[in-house]
């Protein structure tokens, strides 16, 4: 029974092709043209937000992004092929809530951020935005089958995890990375299933991310440690 179970892999529960599944992309491009562009310059401002250190601004946008793409990708096209579509959903929903909850209630990081992480932050984001819709053309697909920040949940995920990993203190990780990465595992795991060429990008995002994030938490209460150090050796 055990080695049964051992033989089954993710295509397994996967009961839609590529064609399919990338042809969502395509319906999503052509019903809400020419918002994409409008996406992306929220996308860009969210980014040079984040950089100077804007946090309400940041969380609003970036809940909004994440709510759009509930709302018509998830629940409107995603749902029609898996009931997973409607779980991540309500994740995303309930991300966008969470997203607002960090931004109107936590201090900005300010100019405690770690160099390094914020750097890989910022290079993250930008990926989400501006490499994730070329990925299409280097699978054989039509840029108005690309996937576009704010539109889709992978660019949207990449680009909110450079922003948080930017932005967000250690203790917020907790409450705001464990979607995020769910939504990860769960899109790397269908696109290797479909045999997609770009089947990893996110879960390496994510890695990345979580290395990063521990990275920031460490520098942070060495720094925190060092100061009080000064503090009680005057």
Known sequence: MIEDLGSYSVGNF??????????LFERHFEKWWPLHPLMLALGAAILVLSWLGKTRAVAIGLAAALAFCAVTFHFRLYAELTPVGKFFGWAFLLQSALILLWGFTSKPIGKLRP??????????AFSGLAI?????????????????????????ICL???????????????PLLPIPLLWAAATGGTLDALVASFAM??????????????WKAVSLCMAASAKSGIQSNP
């Open 115 to 124: 160099a390094v992480p914020t750097i890989m932050g910022a290079g993250l």
């Open 201 to 214: 990008a996110l879960p390496v995002v994510a890695s990345v991310t979580v290395a990063a994030a521990i």
């Open 160 to 174: 909110t995890l450079g922003i948080l990993l930017m932005c967000a203190r250690p203790l917020w990780f907790l």
């Open 132 to 156: 994730y819709p070329f990925l299409a053309l280097g699978a054989e697909r039509k840029m108005s089958g690309a996937e576009y920040f704010g539109m889709s949940p992978d660019p949207t």
């Open 14 to 23: 996967i009961s839609f092709g590529d064609e399919v599944y990338f042809r």
